[in-house]
């Protein structure tokens, strides 16, 4: 079975400063790896996914996230947080392609001016 | 490329009431799935349907959710009777499912269905 922590149900950051959101993970199989955003009244919007190859991923506005198989860790980064980074992610891990996604509880980014 | 659409937006029920929802993927996308969000939590698969077939109903409620998919694309999702824990967002999603191993795998998901129960 797939599980995943994210730890932190909400962080804040200054507009500029580095963003760090955690996600470990469990399975029983190798891993596909998802990080999506929700911002408020909408639907999920996918930010970047890992399913083999490079494990550095590179996602959408300037988010990366980086597989670490050893650490059981998806955790995803931005360099520069901006005023419209400040919604809710969700960290997801599915065992195959087109299985079911199981979400992590999710961390709510603030950023302040 | 239009998105997943899902009605309604909102919707305000008593217990007890029934409540369908609707949700209608992207084109050609063979792979549907209903996914139920609580406050406060992440998303929980309902049910999987791929085409007019169910993949995935081990954590639907059979005994008062219901899903059907019409002829393998628009879909909805029925609660008979509504109890005050079925208070969500219903989020419907879809992907194209091929078997090219270059084939995307992404989920898209619709606005979702926010449902209060009285």
């Known amino acids: 079975a797939q599980s995943v922590t994210q730890l932190g149900s909400h962080v804040s950051v200054s507009e500029g400063a580095l963003v760090l959101l955690r996600c470990n993970y469990s399975?029983?199989?190798?891993?596909?790896l998802f990080w999506y955003v929700q911002y408020p009244n909408q639907g999920l919007q996918l930010l970047l996914k890992?399913?083999?190859?490079?494990?550095l991923v590179k996602g959408i506005n300037g988010f990366e996230a980086e597989f670490k198989k050893s650490e059981t860790s998806f955790h995803l980064t931005k360099p520069s947080a901006h005023m419209s980074d400040a919604a809710e992610y969700f960290c997801?891990?599915?065992?195959?392609?087109?299985?079911?996604?199981?979400f992590g509880t999710g961390t709510r980014l603030l950023v302040s001016p | 490329e239009a998105g997943v659409a899902q009605s309604p937006r909102y919707k305000i029920i008593e217990k007890r009431q029934s409540v369908a929802f609707w949700c209608n993927p992207i084109?050609?996308?063979?792979?549907l799935y209903w996914y139920q969000q609580i406050l406060g939590q992440g998303p929980k698969l309902l049910i999987q349907?791929?085409?007019?077939?169910?993949?995935?109903d081990s954590q639907l409620p059979k005994d008062r959710f219901s899903a059907e998919r019409l002829k393998g694309v628009d879909s909805t999702l029925k609660i008979q009777p509504a109890k005050l824990e079925d208070s969500a967002v219903y989020l419907c999603?879809?992907?194209?499912?091929?078997?090219?191993?270059?084939?995307?795998?992404?989920?898209?998901f619709g606005p979702g269905t926010r449902l209060t129960v009285l």
């Open positions: 084109s050609g996308h063979a792979t």
């Open positions: 399975s029983s199989v190798p891993p596909y």
């Open positions: 349907f791929q085409n007019n077939g169910v993949v995935d």
């Open positions: 890992y399913t083999t190859g490079a494990t």
């Open positions: 997801a891990v599915s065992a195959q392609r087109f299985q079911k996604l199981v």
């Open positions: 999603a879809s992907s194209l499912e091929t078997r090219d191993r270059f084939s995307t795998d992404t989920q898209y």
